[in-house]
């Protein structure tokens, strides 16, 4: 929540709260459209205490942490295919990708307070049966259910569906955008005292009436995130989204990204706080300054491994490039345009532009290929003493960088723990962060307004 002065909603706050939640073993891309190495390797795989992506025990001990740090939601990323590389499925796919909605379903049975976020793809699936598993979980949890909508253009990934291959790119934000309006009118059919209405909906992509078999929930509508960086992601999360998952990780990167969204809000009859700017970060923490940049230099080392390293450049230059040695100098030649070396996982940017930005940093430092993808493609958003990094934590919500953060956990099942045990006390003493929880929704966890229920379907 925000804590606010007396008086007209949308005044500044004498002082924000930093909203917090988790998003175990993700696929992330470093800010500037540089692709990180490897598959999933936010993780440290090779850590002794990591343990199982796909026992249920894992992500109940997760969300359990999550809940004792009393973080806003728990947020569990979605993969339609295994990602192939060069023809072959990537070794570290094979730990599988369990439904996100069937394993936070069950999470509900084992948390009180937590929100419970699923990604689920606005391209390939249709609204009322999304519509009706978003609700039943959002009964299920007592009010504490998310929808995470992404949207596909991929074809490869499209193969796994009838109708794989025929969105375009173009129209992959016009689907989603109806999408959840129909999923929205799908929810408000039942008014607040239990009386269902019929619904009708004919738009450009869904064609759908009858009436739907779910009550109203506790939230109405489940809190809809977003994650898009592009012209029209940011517009569709003006126009839509209760949270933005952004990726910009620097304080100036976070004040422009942050004052652009909020200011898009108010053509649609929005205020600034009705949605929140929540970007993806990694922590890594030390006793000392010293020791918390040893440890993030080998997390890096884990992260990117002689194999990893090789993929990276692959991804880039587009070419098979196995009988290159990950600790001699880069490739003279340049990437391949269009390259389908590697499926289900876009190759993002102006490819060209990063060889020419990783060789000019591999010349002036002396880096062969390993140590510059290593360089390049450092991600630990915060690294520091508890104190330093709840300081700077704070720093970026009270400078409008973001409204708080999405943490990746480096291992599973334990990554959150150092941070709720040492960060999230420091929080509290600031006086950035809640010392309970005040309401019982994911709304009232947000700040975000009760939607209104509309008057017909």
Not at 297 to 313: D, T, W, Y
Not at 413 to 438: H, I, K, M, N, W
Request: charged share 25%; hydrophobic share 40%; net charge neutral.
């Amino acid at each position: 929540m925000t804590v606010r002065t007396r008086g007209a909603r949308g005044r500044r706050p004498l002082k924000k709260h930093c909203h917090l939640a988790a998003l175990p073993h993700s696929r992330l891309r470093s800010s500037g459209g540089t692709p990180t190495p490897g598959v999933n390797n936010t993780t440290v795989w090779s850590d002794p205490r990591s343990r199982s992506q796909i026992d249920f025990s894992s992500f109940e001990y997760l969300a359990r942490t999550a809940e004792r740090g009393l973080f806003d939601f728990f947020f569990l990323a979605e993969g339609l295919r295994l990602r192939e590389h060069k023809g072959r499925i990537h070794d570290l796919d094979v730990v599988g990708r369990p439904e996100s909605l069937t394993v936070l379903n069950a999470l509900a049975g084992v948390t009180e307070h937590l929100g419970l976020a699923a990604t689920v793809n606005a391209t390939f699936n249709e609204p009322y049966e999304l519509a009706r598993r978003l609700a039943t979980l959002d009964h299920l949890s007592g009010g504490r259910a998310a929808w995470n909508v992404v949207t596909s253009s991929d074809a490869f990934t499209g193969e796994n569906f009838r109708r794989g291959g025929f969105l375009d790119h173009a129209d992959r934000y016009a689907r989603a955008a109806e999408f959840v309006a129909v999923a929205r009118k799908l929810w408000d059919s039942w008014t607040p005292d239990g009386v269902p209405r019929p619904f009708a909906h004919r738009g450009q992509h869904f064609d759908i009436a009858g009436e739907f078999t779910v009550p109203r929930s506790p939230q109405g509508h489940p809190v809809v995130i977003q994650a898009g960086d592009s012209a029209e992601g940011r517009e569709f999360a003006a126009s839509t989204a209760d949270v933005v998952f952004t990726r910009h990780g620097t304080l100036e990167a976070g004040r422009s990204f942050y004052a652009d969204v909020k200011r898009r809000l108010e053509k649609y009859g929005r205020n600034p706080d009705d949605l929140k700017i929540m970007p993806g970060v990694t922590v890594v923490l030390g006793d000392t300054a010293t020791e918390a940049q040893e440890r993030a230099a080998e997390i890096r080392r884990q992260q990117v491994s002689p194999q990893n390293a090789i993929l990276a450049l692959e991804q880039i230059w587009g070419v098979d490039l196995s009988a290159y040695d990950p600790d001699g100098p880069l490739p003279e030649i340049d990437p391949v345009a269009d390259s389908a070396i590697t499926q289900g996982r876009t190759r993002r940017g102006d490819t060209v532009a990063i060889a020419e930005k990783w060789r000019a940093l591999s010349k002036e430092k002396g880096l062969s290929i390993r140590q510059t993808v290593i360089e390049a493609s450092g991600r630990q958003s915060f690294i520091g003493t508890p104190e330093a990094v709840a300081a700077e934590l704070d720093e970026f919500v009270q400078k409008d960088a973001a409204d708080g953060f999405i943490l990746q956990p480096l291992i599973t099942p334990v990554g959150l723990d150092e941070f709720v045990d040492r960060v999230v006390p420091l929080l509290q003493e600031r006086g950035a962060f809640r010392t309970e929880y005040q309401g019982a929704t994911l709304r009232s966890h947000l700040g975000l307004p009760d939607p209104v229920p509309s008057s017909g379907a």
